[in-house]
Each structure stands twice: as C-alpha cells, then as structure tokens.
C-alpha cells in the first residue's frame, strides 16, 4: 500500500478545514505555549510592556509556524504490510512486517507508526522512527495470537508525523488492509485401517482394475508419443490403424465430513467449547484423509458443502490436496452455528448415492435426529460418528449423570444403524478417539463378520 504523508487541499472550504485539521493537531505543549502567549500578550497590553508583548508573541507564534511548516511539508511515504503466515491455526502467533519508504526528496521528521488490529489478537502496535532519509527506509514488526479463529482485518496502517519542537502531531492513514485466516486448530491423527478404503486408489483397486480387463475395454487412437507397449494389437488389426490400451485411471477414494452446527446442539462458548472441538475435530480429520490421498467433502447440517477444487463435489487428494485443504479451512475459520433444528438437508445430500467412508461430528441429539441420523449410514460404505453432549460439557456437575444416560442411548441407536459411534468427554484429543473408533469397528467386524470389507 501507498499513500502520501499529507497533502495540501486546494481552496477555500477545503483549506479551511484543513487549518482546523493542522490546529487540532496541536499537542499539550503546542497549546501551553499558545495559551503562554496570548496571556503575556493580554498583559503587555495591560501593563504597557513592550519587552512582555515581544515574549508572547514569540511564544503564540512558535506553535503556528510549527503548525503550518507541518501541515504543508509534503512527505511522500509508502508503506507495506506482509503477514508471515497469513493463515495461522488458533492459539498461534504469526509475525507482521512493516516497512516505511521515503520516496520523496525530503528527509523526514519523528514518525510515529501505529497499526490498527483487532483486540483479540492482542494491544495495538506503535513504533517510533527516527528521521528517515531521502530514498531511505524502515522496517519493524510486531506479533499477533489469538485464540479464537475467524478472519481478522488488519488496518490501516496510521502514520504520525510531528516537528522537531513537539508542538504539532498530524495523523495520515494509508487507504489498504489485509486480512489474518486463523484456522481451527489441526491435530495430527494416527493412520488407521478404514473401512472403504480397498474401493479408492490403493494398490487393490488398480490390480482389479487390471485383473477385470477395463484397460482393454475401449482402445482408443495412437498418439505420438505413445509407449509402443501398449499398442492393442488384436483392435489395431481390427481397425486398420494403431490403436493402443487406455492409461488405467482408478477411482479415489471418497471421504465425507458431515459437520453438525445447529445452535441448538451445543452450549457454552469460546475456544474450550464443545462447538470449537466439533470444529477443530473437522479440521483434523479433513487434512487427515487428503494427505491420505482420499477426495474429500465438507458438509454441514444445513446441506451446504465445500467441495475443494474437485469437479464432482469433492476436494482432490494428492498434488491438489494443499489447494482443498486451504479452501476448507478458510471456511472453517469463520464457520458458526446454523439456525437449523435437523439434519434432513444433510440426509438428502448424501442419499444420493455411496459416499464412500463418512465422518460425522453430532452435538446433541434427540431420538428424530438419531434416527435421521441412522438412515445417513445407508449411504455410505462405513460411517464413524463422534457425539457431544452438551450437558457433559457445559452444565453443571449434578446434571451430568442425566446426560450421560441420554447419549449412551443415542450411541446405542446410532450403533444399531451401523454407526461406529464414539462419545467424546470433554477436552478428550481426538487421535485417542480416532484410534478407539477402529477399534471398536474392526471388533464389530469380527464378530459380525464382512462382507465386501463392511461389517454385517
């Protein structure tokens, strides 16, 4: 960003307003000597002295000369602002940079640098520079943290200018801002064997691609710069050109992270909240299944979804999985509670087909939204919830016991629907509660036994 240090109005209204500007300006010692010296003139006058009246006009005039020298002294300042990074997980700090350039051919005076951030991310930052150069320049920076995320506007970088004698500061604000992504905190989750995962991108989806003959199904034209090794030689005779086996092209993976953000299912508020864990949960598991390689689908109560960059609704693993995970997490940075009672949107969404493996993070369910709920499981090769109540985490201790027993019978019917369903204590880490939720879905497996890689 850029902007002159200040600027001269042109005529009338405008330069009076500006005068009035420059003598708002004044500092406590611009006004004392001000004020020293219309008294010593008033009693000059008064005593007929004209030694005192010499002294206060000195004294009145001084801050007025100051006052005007400042005010139509043209400095040609550009600044920038650089956040180093400018998406950062909660309860992180990240440094911002700034740096002053002197493009005029004029030295500068005393230069007090003020950036305007957000409370939460912690007190406002001043700096003072020294007389800057012609051509010179200054850089300093300070550090922000905040606990909470969301998207923090930083801005606009204020400069104060004064003369050599302090009796005059004037503001000028530079016009741009950029703004702070502080994302849900992301724990790392240890690797797992996932139901569904033989139908994605493994080494058993290719070999049963290979076994089943799809390379060989539709042959298409040489090109140049084929392998000749795969010339299909029983079509090119055929057609009486070369043809050669398409390039196998196995399916990934599919991942979906059902996120329930109904106000109604959640209490408490801040970062130790039931509502933030659901969302760093989220955040977890997202980045989990992409650098797995899995396409991967955030989806809400109210139906919404962040597809990442994938064509088909899903965000892409792999190379791509950096650009997925950036855009899901800048929407979970500002993500907050719906106004929905239910998960019926959700329902839909997913009914319209396999979704391969779901994730799903519950608040607090009542026996319509668990049957819901259990009817999601239908549509998806496994399905692994995790619950919140938040009678556990918000009331008080005498009305937990009642809340336990309601979840235990919510767990017991997601369960019965072929859930794997996990209850989350308060403040509990979720790489405990990942690992547990294999566990209890491989003894699921071996005790109802499989079939195609899904318990019965």
Excluded at 254 to 274: F, K, M, N
Excluded at 280 to 292: F, N, Q
Aim: charged share 25%; hydrophobic share 40%; net charge positive.
């Amino acid at each position: 960003m850029s902007a002159g240090g200040t600027g001269r109005p042109e005529a009338g209204r405008r330069e009076t307003g500006g005068i009035r500007t420059a003598l708002a300006g004044l500092t406590t010692r611009g006004r004392s000597f001000l004020a020293a010296g219309v008294a010593a003139a008033v009693c000059a006058y008064a005593l007929g002295q004209a030694d005192l009246l010499r002294v206060g006009l000195l004294l009145a005039v001084l801050p007025l000369v100051c006052t005007t020298v400042l005010y139509r002294t043209r400095y040609r300042v550009a600044g920038s602002r650089r956040l180093s990074p400018a998406r950062v997980p909660a309860g992180s700090e990240a440094r911002v940079h700034l740096r002053m350039d002197n493009v005029s051919r004029l030295p500068t005076g005393l230069l007090m640098l003020q950036d305007r951030v957000p409370y939460v991310l912690g007190p406002r930052p001043r700096f003072v520079l020294d007389r800057v150069e012609a051509g010179g320049r200054r850089e300093v920076s300070y550090r922000v943290r905040s606990d909470l995320r969301g998207r923090y506007p930083l801005g606009p970088l204020q400069l104060r200018l004064s003369d050599p004698f302090g009796m005059c500061e004037l503001t000028r604000s530079f016009s741009t801002h950029d703004t702070l992504t502080v994302i849900p905190r992301v724990e790392p989750l240890p690797p797992v064997r996932l139901t569904g995962e033989a139908k994605g991108y493994g080494d058993g989806r290719q070999r049963a691609l290979a076994l089943a003959g799809e390379d060989d199904v539709i042959p298409r034209g040489y090109r140049y710069g084929d392998d000749l090794r795969r010339v299909h030689w029983r079509s090119t005779a055929r057609h009486g050109e070369l043809m050669v086996r398409r390039e196998e092209q196995p399916q990934r993976s599919r991942c979906t992270v059902l996120l329930d953000t109904r106000d109604g299912a959640y209490g408490g508020t801040g970062p130790d909240s039931a509502f933030e864990w659901a969302v760093a949960g989220a955040a977890s598991v997202l980045v989990h299944m992409l650098e797995r390689g899995f396409s991967v689908r955030l989806l809400t109560d109210t139906g919404d979804s962040v597809p990442g960059e994938g064509a088909d609704g899903f965000g892409a693993g792999g190379q791509e999985s950096a650009e997925a995970a950036g855009l899901m997490m800048d929407t979970l940075a500002v993500i907050d509670h719906s106004a929905g009672t239910g998960l019926s949107r959700a329902y839909d969404v997913l009914r319209g087909g396999n979704e391969g493996l779901l994730v799903a993070f519950f608040g607090d369910l009542d026996e319509e939204q668990a049957a819901v709920a259990g009817r999601m499981r239908q549509r998806s090769g496994a399905a692994i919830a995790f619950v919140l109540d938040s009678g556990v985490w918000a009331r008080e201790p005498n009305d937990v016991p009642a809340a336990m027993n309601r979840t235990q019978e919510r767990l017991r019917m997601l369960r019965e629907a072929g859930w794997t369903a996990v209850e989350v204590p308060r403040g509990t880490p979720l790489a405990g509660l990942w690992q547990q939720a294999d566990q209890e879905r491989s003894g699921a497996m071996a005790l109802g036994g499989t079939v195609n890689g899904e318990a019965r």
